[in-house]
């Protein structure tokens, strides 16, 4: 347990320098432990509107909930065969590299923003470059007994869908983003609901 608490932290502070990436940021500047306070806050700001939602939303009989993380989640049924045979591998605090197809879907808890990528796309699965929501629902939460800030026991594997919904502090945070059609806009602070459908993986 004590191990999770600490990856939990790291898991945590990789949201907090991916939320502060911007090109002229001088990182010594940053004030750790006040970015911690605001990602906590706003976290637990966000959790009765998520869980609403959620329960809502999601299949009772399937839906889960990671109260350390505050994300609820599904995985959604398949008549693809599961690829049990691919492996995690430990890489100090987190996981090596791996490369994943993926089809996924993105939408705002209110509707008004939504993106669907059907096609399926190259994703590295990796710290600064996949969204913290996306590292939990990929990385397993337990090998040879250690503990992990994951979703899924062998993480997600090929023909596996997962249906999450996250708090912003894991996806864009304090960015606003504009739909494909330019149709709609997603404010800052705002929790997402996520499919990823993976199509292949390997590293």
């Not at 320098?17 to 976290?43: F, G, H, P």
């Not at 590295?124 to 629902?137: C, E, F, H």
């Not at 249906?163 to 606003?176: A, F, G, H, M």
């Amino acid at each position: 347990m004590k191990n999770l608490k600490l990856l939990l932290v790291a898991f945590l502070a990789v949201v907090a320098v991916s939320s502060c990436m911007k090109d002229d940021n001088n990182y010594e500047q940053i004030d750790w432990e006040k970015e911690q306070a605001r990602l906590d806050s706003t976290k637990d700001a966000q959790q009765d509107e998520i869980k609403a939602y959620a329960e809502a939303n999601l299949n009772p009989e399937r839906r889960k909930y990671n109260d350390s993380l505050g994300i609820w989640f599904e995985v959604l049924p398949t008549t693809a065969e599961v690829d049990s045979t691919f492996e995690y591998i430990q890489s100090g605090a987190s996981f090596m590299t791996v490369t994943a197809s993926v089809k996924y879907s993105e939408k705002s808890l209110d509707g008004k923003y939504s993106k669907n990528v059907t096609t399926a796309t190259r994703a590295s699965i990796q710290t600064g470059y996949a969204p913290g929501a996306w590292l939990a629902a990929f990385y397993p939460n337990n090998i040879n007994g250690r503990y992990y800030p994951g979703l899924l026991p062998k993480g997600l594997l090929k023909n596996v869908k997962i249906r999450l919904i996250t708090p912003s502090i894991y996806y864009y945070d304090l960015n606003e983003v504009a739909d494909k059609d330019g149709t709609g806009t997603l404010p800052p602070n705002s929790p997402l609901d996520v499919v990823i459908d993976v199509v292949e993986i390997g590293r």
